[in-house]
């Protein structure tokens, strides 16, 4: 069951991690320039959680009587997520400023060095363990990231000055950085919360993590006048109105299954391997922005696919050599 709940947390996080960026650099190529909002998509699809928390809790009513709970978080697991809500609200905003500056595949490889500040804070914070292969990967994928920076002067957008470019880029590396840190942050919350963490509760968590975020950027947006201003822009927007209100649907919803993946991936494994399927997305992310933006393939995005591959698959057999390795000792402990 455990394995089955990875892999669809996965696919949630490659989805959501794929998507999310394209939709929010379509909302900016054709006309939409408000940052605020777009920070406030990236959680504001929260109350999808709250359907299927709503449908989770009819069905073990169905099996328990009328004394099941609706929720089950108690009040310092609530603090501490609404705790990094706010934080994470802030990356959306420092995430999203970079996306409204920045081409898609710059943007994408500047938060693959996100994969070394979580390893970093993994090990700060969780202690987290390093064997030679999940190191192989962390070096692989950052290596793949490095590649790719070597066209990065080709990509600059036209008629973009240097003051907005350089805004946007360590925007973007600040976003990077600190959700590098949020990413072990919520495994220490589910580590030291005094109770039972279930996946219902991991949903719960994100739900009150997705809420403060989005009452974060909500504040934002109001002292922007953002909401304001979406009917100005929906009806000057270049694909037109109707496809507009599209494109913020779908980007509140691909975001949530992003931030529910690797939630759910923290759940199943660590913080560290939410981390390195974040990164590993990174060569898919660019040539999707080839396929649908006509950005350029050059020969370093094929460098840094096949590496990032190969750290994938380095991290993933140190994880099967490593689970062997524990059942081999756990049959000699019985012997």
Same mark, same amino acid.
């Given at each position: 069951?455990? /394995?089955?709940?990875?892999?669809?947390?996965?696919?949630?996080?490659?989805?959501?991690?794929?998507?999310?960026?394209?939709?929010?650099?379509?909302? @900016?190529?054709?006309?939409?320039?408000?940052?605020?909002?777009?920070?406030?998509?990236?959680?504001?699809?929260?109350?999808?959680?709250?359907?299927?928390?709503?449908?989770?809790? @009819?069905?073990?009513?169905?099996?328990?009587?009328? =004394?099941? #709970?609706?929720?089950?978080?108690?009040?310092?697991?609530?603090?501490?997520?609404?705790?990094?809500? /706010?934080?994470?609200?802030?990356?959306?905003?420092?995430?999203?400023?970079?996306?409204?500056? &920045?081409?898609? =595949?710059?943007?994408?490889?500047?938060?693959?060095?996100? &994969?070394?500040?979580?390893?970093?804070?993994?090990?700060?914070?969780?202690?987290?363990?390093?064997?030679?292969?999940?190191?192989?990967?962390?070096?692989?994928?950052?290596?793949?990231?490095?590649? &790719?920076?070597?066209?990065?002067?080709?990509?600059?957008?036209?008629?973009?000055?240097?003051?907005?470019?350089?805004?946007?880029?360590?925007?973007?590396?600040?976003?990077?950085?600190?959700?590098?840190?949020? *990413?072990? &942050?919520?495994?220490?919350?589910?580590?030291?919360?005094?109770?039972? /963490?279930?996946?219902? *509760?991991?949903?719960?968590?994100?739900?009150?993590?997705?809420?403060?975020?989005?009452?974060?950027?909500? /504040?934002?947006?109001?002292?922007?006048?953002?909401?304001?201003?979406?009917?100005?822009?929906?009806?000057?927007?270049? *694909?037109?109105?109707? #496809?507009?209100?599209?494109?913020?649907?779908? =980007?509140?919803?691909?975001?949530?299954?992003? @931030?529910?993946?690797?939630?759910?991936?923290?759940?199943?494994?660590?913080?560290?391997?939410?981390?390195?399927?974040?990164?590993?997305? *990174?060569?898919?992310?660019?040539?999707?922005?080839?396929?649908?933006?006509?950005?350029?393939?050059?020969?370093?995005?094929?460098?840094?696919?096949?590496?990032?591959?190969?750290?994938?698959?380095?991290? @993933?057999?140190?994880?099967? #050599?490593?689970?062997?390795?524990? #059942?081999?000792?756990?049959?000699?402990?019985?012997?």
């Amino acid at each position: 069951m455990n /394995i089955v709940l990875l892999i669809l947390n996965c696919i949630l996080l490659f989805i959501g991690n794929c998507g999310g960026p394209l939709i929010m650099r379509l909302y @900016f190529i054709h006309g939409g320039k408000r940052v605020w909002l777009s920070s406030w998509l990236e959680t504001g699809g929260w109350p999808i959680i709250l359907f299927l928390l709503i449908i989770t809790y @009819f069905h073990r009513r169905a099996k328990e009587g009328s =004394s099941s #709970k609706l929720f089950f978080m108690k009040p310092p697991l609530f603090i501490a997520s609404a705790v990094i809500g /706010i934080i994470t609200g802030l990356d959306d905003y420092l995430y999203a400023y970079g996306v409204a500056r &920045l081409p898609v =595949s710059t943007t994408a490889l500047i938060i693959a060095s996100q &994969l070394g500040f979580t390893a970093a804070f993994a090990f700060l914070l969780v202690k987290q363990k390093f064997t030679s292969y999940s190191i192989n990967a962390v070096v692989l994928l950052t290596i793949g990231a490095g590649v &790719l920076a070597l066209h990065t002067s080709n990509d600059r957008p036209n008629g973009e000055s240097n003051k907005e470019y350089f805004a946007g880029f360590f925007m973007t590396v600040g976003a990077a950085a600190l959700y590098g840190f949020v *990413l072990p &942050l919520v495994e220490l919350t589910y580590k030291k919360a005094k109770q039972a /963490i279930t996946y219902s *509760l991991v949903m719960e968590i994100q739900m009150v993590m997705s809420l403060f975020a989005t009452i974060f950027c909500t /504040i934002g947006m109001l002292i922007n006048k953002d909401f304001e201003a979406i009917p100005r822009e929906a009806r000057a927007f270049q *694909l037109g109105e109707t #496809k507009y209100y599209v494109v913020i649907v779908f =980007s509140a919803i691909l975001w949530q299954c992003f @931030f529910m993946g690797a939630a759910g991936i923290i759940f199943c494994a660590s913080s560290l391997l939410s981390g390195i399927v974040i990164a590993v997305h *990174l060569p898919v992310i660019e040539i999707l922005a080839v396929i649908f933006y006509r950005e350029k393939f050059q020969a370093e995005k094929g460098v840094a696919l096949a590496l990032s591959l190969w750290g994938f698959v380095s991290y @993933f057999y140190g994880e099967i #050599k490593d689970n062997e390795k524990k #059942k081999q000792n756990l049959v000699e402990k019985h012997d």
